[in-house]
């Protein structure tokens, strides 16, 4: 069964810090792995998806790499601002009409 | 692209009562949705998988006969929890096989 976390759990910078999450699975055999964004009380925002041929993607100031055969990925988040206080969520996915896996997530606050 | 629009976005009911919460696809038609629920601070737990026509799997430790799901088209799937109490008070998700999100449902139960 696809175990999904994500560390830390919690995580408060300065503004302007550049910051790394991770997100680790047990099994391998992934179809895709998405980065979201949620806000308190709000549903979920996808950030990036990254499909299992892929090693990375990037939005904006946002960039997420997948190994896949380690079972790891990262999103990096650069020059950090209050607004990207959030819980962000690592979900992945397997091949066919298989269910998302989601971590816990972690929670991050951005001090201005 | 594809929407998911989910139904009502919050709602807050009496214990013993029942709410049923719906998910449309637009411009997509959605074979399995996915039903999730987040209680405050945890992540999304997967509940149960509906797909058209047939009936619904739930995931161990959901009751079958307490959250009932009925997909009876392609581009509707509704989830219905029936004689809700306090502990049923959390956040309902649905998603469909293409993976996009409903907003979600805020359910409080008082």
């Known amino acids: 069964k696809q175990e999904v976390t994500q560390i830390p759990a919690a995580l408060s910078v300065p503004e302007g810090e550049n910051l790394v999450l991770n997100c680790s699975f047990t099994d391998s055999a992934i179809y895709n792995l998405q980065w979201f964004r949620q806000d308190p009380g709000k549903g979920l925002t996808s950030l990036l998806l990254i499909q299992s041929s892929q090693r990375e993607q990037t939005s904006g100031r946002l960039n997420a790499s997948l190994d896949k055969s380690s079972g790891r990925s990262t999103l990096y988040i650069a020059a950090s601002q209050p607004g990207d206080s959030a819980t962000y969520l690592c979900a992945v996915g397997g091949s066919g009409n298989t269910p998302l896996v989601f971590g816990k997530g972690t929670r991050l606050s951005v001090i201005a | 692209g594809a929407v998911v629009s989910q139904h009502p976005s919050w709602v807050i009911c009496k214990s013993g009562t029942s709410v049923k919460i719906e998910c449309r696809s637009l411009?997509?038609?959605?074979?399995?949705m996915f039903w999730y629920r987040q209680f405050p601070k945890q992540s999304l737990m997967l509940m149960a998988t509906?797909?058209?026509?047939?009936?619904?799997?739930?995931e161990q430790g959901v009751e079958k006969d307490k959250f009932l799901i009925n997909h009876a088209s392609l581009t509707l799937s509704t989830l219905t929890v029936t004689s809700a109490h306090p502990e049923d008070s959390s956040f309902y998700i649905c998603?469909?096989?293409?993976?996009?999100f409903g907003s979600g449902t805020r359910l409080t139960v008082v």
């Open positions: 509906s797909n058209e026509g047939s009936k619904a799997t739930y």
């Open positions: 411009d997509f038609q959605a074979t399995t």
């Open positions: 998603v469909n096989d293409g993976y996009t």
